[in-house]
């Protein structure tokens, strides 16, 4: 069996190695992309979106409103964002959203799609509005528009229709809290690197005593 298996990869490293005279480029290239990989992957905190930290939603400014007012509201005490923005029914489909949601935004930040004015889109609310009766829902079946199964309920109407300055209110553009005070980025340069840059860009002396 381990000979089978030892064959089997000797077969697949002969198959993808490249002919010897483009051995060099191709480590070189393989490389190059590699290191261009990990610096993409460090630059943007990609292990970051593991957590649950909220200052990894601020890796992008144009969040900055949303930071700010979470921070200062109601929820900044208790809640994280994913908190309210991610399911919870179990962790398969908590990181799988994430995923999901998080690719849509990469992808919308890097081509420069973004909305100055940031709406919810409607897979987003639906989990946020879950999240909402999975921690206020002792407090929701006492009223009789949005208890579940009420006749009188209306599945199409959320609880921030009437709820309106929890937890963000109507802030919603990065011109609505010009002056809002979040955390800073950490830099993106290592300190190992920076201290490099700064010693080989630094004049030399020229006192001859």
Known sequence: MLRTLADILRGLIRLIRPPKRWQTAVIVLAGTLAGLALATAHISRVTSYLSDDPRTCINCHIMDPQYATWMHGSHGRVATCNDCHVPHDNVFN??????KDGTRHASMFMLRMEPQVIRIHEAGANVVQNNCL?????LVGNTQDYAPGSPHADASRKCWDCHRETPHGRVNSLASTPNARVPGLAPAVPDWLAD????????????KR
Not at 94 to 99: E, G, I, L, Q, V
Not at 134 to 138: A, E, F, I, K
């Open 94 to 99: 908590k990181y799988f959203f994430k995923a």
């Open 134 to 138: 999975r921690c206020h829902g002792n």
């Open 196 to 207: 490099a840059i700064r010693n080989a860009s630094a004049p030399e002396s020229t006192d």
